[in-house]
């Protein structure tokens, strides 16, 4: 991949990581709040529920998008950490953060693993 390229891609990804660490930063701490009606209190533990799941979302792909940033800066950017492989650009256009090629990423799918972490070519089993 030509340099021109990777530091779209580096812009691009320190773009998403920053948009990320703004949203997480901007948000209040959960409450914990009681209300008197057990029907607003079943309401209020859905919405903390909620509110904690899109934190581990935003979590996993800052893990994402910083491993992918890693990827850049050690010259593997654009290599399948299973195979070694080249991924394809139009997957890489369509999610920059990509850790595999497609076949490897159906492999690891069906294999339980949905997350790389940061420790390069870790697979962990966090369902999203």
């Not at 779209?8 to 998403?16: D, F, M, N, P, T």
């Not at 309401?43 to 899109?54: C, N």
């Not at 595999?100 to 972490?117: L, T």
Request: with cysteine; hydrophobic share 40%; glycine share 4%.
């Amino acid at each position: 991949m030509d340099t021109g390229r990777i530091k779209r891609v580096r812009a691009i990804l320190e773009s998403q990581r920053d948009a990320l660490s703004r949203r997480l930063h901007s948000r209040n701490a959960i409450a914990v709040e009681k209300a008197a009606d057990t029907m607003d209190e079943v309401g209020l533990a859905e919405e903390r529920d909620l509110a904690t799941r899109i934190l581990e979302l935003d979590f996993a792909d800052i893990r994402l998008v910083e491993a992918a940033l890693t990827r850049i800066k050690n010259g593997a950017y654009g290599l399948c950490l299973r195979c070694d492989e080249t991924i394809s650009l139009n997957r890489l256009r369509v999610m920059p953060h990509a850790a595999f090629c497609v076949n490897c990423q159906e492999a690891a799918e069906r294999d339980g693993a949905h997350e790389v972490s940061v420790h390069e070519g870790v697979t962990s089993s966090l369902v999203a």
